[in-house]
């Protein structure tokens, strides 16, 4: 076994105002590396005063990032981009022994963080507003996009990097300050970008970074008429109470919450690779991913064939520490998730479903649990109605296409969906008929930076990347003069 020395964790702090807030005379929480269980730091929690001071300067930073122009933000968004590329391995090694995913997993998506502050940089100077012709010659009508003010955002642990920026650099790109609240899991990997924002030229009042007891610092800050937006990326409950927060004081919003995403596959797809594309995004991050692929919804006649080359596939994958070269999955981020993921699989078995592997943890240290494949899952197992959010893939059989759709169609949940038909009839009713935000037909890469990236029904409202997520941090301003 190679393992990659892990490097020194970074000392954890607040960043409010310019000033880095240690741990000291402050209450502090633990954070764990997934793969050991052992304690690698100690976070500090902000207090009242903290937040007070952050809504404070992002008040002062609105001001003058607004004003700032889009030239000047784009350089600076660019020139944090090349330092966070420059440091993806150095990153993505932090970013592994805090999370737990393997090195390779890590380092990608650090390289895909840049790409985001790269791609706003560019998008954000194209902001554009309109002219609308008048009904009077001696009228002008046009429409501006300004920033919407200061922005409140909200991040979870699995993503952590890439999930900060999309907040980050849309609300950065449209000209907004912003007070974000990482996972408190995860703290080093935000910082990390925070660093090179700061390096690059972002005035130290446009951003702050907080960290604490997720329901009071939500509550503080969505309640400050300072905040004008927020934007939440976790599971539906805490949405829905976000949601709320919210609407009392008719602040905008943009909520990516949880996913149960199916996998449709015809009799007319090409069943290995469905089957080897598959493992390989099922697996990934050990599917700790809001998009991951997890109800596999296969036509009966190549059913017993997709089954085979799945098993083989999962089987064949390489567990392990995340530092090390050879691991293909590695742990889940906390004992909560091993001890969830276990559930589910009980109670699928305990419904009438087939355990093909997997299904126990690995007896080592950390929170392993063996990449799990259940078959013959019957509807009334919990994992066809919830989000597992683990190295658990859920297959059934269905008889034809409609029946697919329909199931696929049947929870509440419209994040991420996938299908495979090599039958372009087929993709086009895929295409009108599945109900979800995103649908990747016959491949899984549906997250990049120019593209949207949210959800419909449960799975929350708005969308980040692409150009709508840069609008998202905007309002419209419609202009008329004589």
């Given at each position: 076994m190679t393992v990659t020395a892990a490097p020194a964790y970074r000392d954890l702090y607040l960043f409010i105002a310019g000033e880095r807030r240690k741990a000291e005379n402050r209450p502090t929480l633990p954070v764990i590396n997934p793969a050991t269980g052992g304690e690698i730091g100690r976070l500090p929690v902000a207090s009242d005063d903290d937040l007070n001071a952050a809504l404070a300067a992002a008040a002062r930073g609105f001001v003058r990032w607004r004003d700032t122009s889009p030239l000047d933000r784009s350089r600076i968004l660019r020139g944090a981009?090349?330092?966070?590329?420059?440091?993806?391995?150095?990153?993505?090694r932090t970013m592994t022994i805090e999370q737990g995913k393997p090195l390779v997993e890590a380092t990608g998506e650090v390289q895909a963080t840049a790409e985001i502050f790269e791609w706003t940089a560019e998008e954000g100077r194209r902001l554009y507003g309109r002219v609308i012709p008048?009904?009077?010659?001696n009228v002008r009508q046009f429409v501006l996009r300004q920033p919407i003010g200061v922005v409140a955002a909200f991040t979870p642990w699995n993503f952590p990097a890439l999930t900060p920026a999309r907040k980050l650099a849309g609300a950065l790109g449209a000209g907004c300050s912003i007070i974000i609240k990482p996972s408190e899991e995860t703290p080093a990997t935000a910082l990390a970008l925070l660093e090179a924002l700061l390096e690059a030229g972002l005035p130290e009042d446009v951003?702050?970074?907080?960290?604490?007891?997720?329901?009071?610092?939500?509550?503080?800050?969505?309640a400050s008429p300072i905040v004008k937006k927020i934007s939440f990326t976790g599971s539906i409950p805490v949405g829905k109470q976000l949601a709320r927060l919210a609407a009392d004081g008719m602040k905008a919003a943009t909520l990516e919450l949880g996913g149960h995403a199916p996998v449709i596959v015809t009799e007319h797809a090409n069943v290995k690779q469905a089957a080897t594309r598959s493992v390989a995004w099922k697996y990934r991050n050990a599917g700790q991913v809001c998009i991951s692929p997890t109800?596999?919804?296969?036509?009966?006649?190549?059913?017993d064939e997709f089954v085979a080359e799945f098993v083989r596939g999962t089987e064949a994958l390489q567990i392990g520490d995340?530092?090390?070269?050879?691991?293909?999955?590695?742990?889940?981020?906390?004992?909560?998730?091993?001890?969830?993921?276990?559930?589910?699989?009980?109670?699928?078995?305990?419904?009438?479903?087939?355990?093909?592997t997997g299904g126990k943890s690995l007896d080592r240290d950390g929170f392993f649990y063996a990449p799990t494949v259940l078959t013959d899952v019957p509807r009334t197992a919990r994992i066809l109605n919830d989000e597992p959010f683990g190295p658990v893939a859920a297959i059934s059989r269905v008889p034809d296409l409609?029946?697919?759709?329909?199931?696929?169609n049947r929870l509440p949940?419209?994040?991420?969906?996938?299908?495979?038909?090599?039958?372009?009839?087929?993709?086009?009713?895929?295409?009108?008929?599945?109900?979800?935000?995103?649908?990747?037909?016959n491949h899984f890469a549906i997250a990049l930076a120019e593209m949207p990236f949210g959800g419909i029904k449960e799975s929350g409202y708005g969308s980040e990347g692409g150009i709508e997520g840069l609008e998202a941090y905007t309002v419209t301003k419609t202009v008329t003069m004589v």
């Open positions: 981009a090349a330092l966070i590329r420059e440091r993806a391995s150095e990153i993505g008048p009904r009077a010659t951003v702050s970074i907080v960290f604490g007891e997720p329901a009071h610092i939500s509550r503080t800050l969505i109800r596999f919804l296969v036509h009966e006649r190549v059913y995340g530092l090390d070269e050879k691991t293909q999955m590695a742990t889940l981020a906390n004992e909560r998730r091993r001890e969830s993921i276990g559930q589910f699989v009980q109670d699928a078995v305990d419904c009438g479903a087939r355990l093909e409609d029946t697919a759709i329909a199931e696929a949940y419209g994040l991420a969906s996938y299908a495979f038909t090599q039958d372009l009839a087929e993709s086009i009713t895929l295409s009108n008929r599945v109900e979800a935000g995103m649908l990747g037909i």
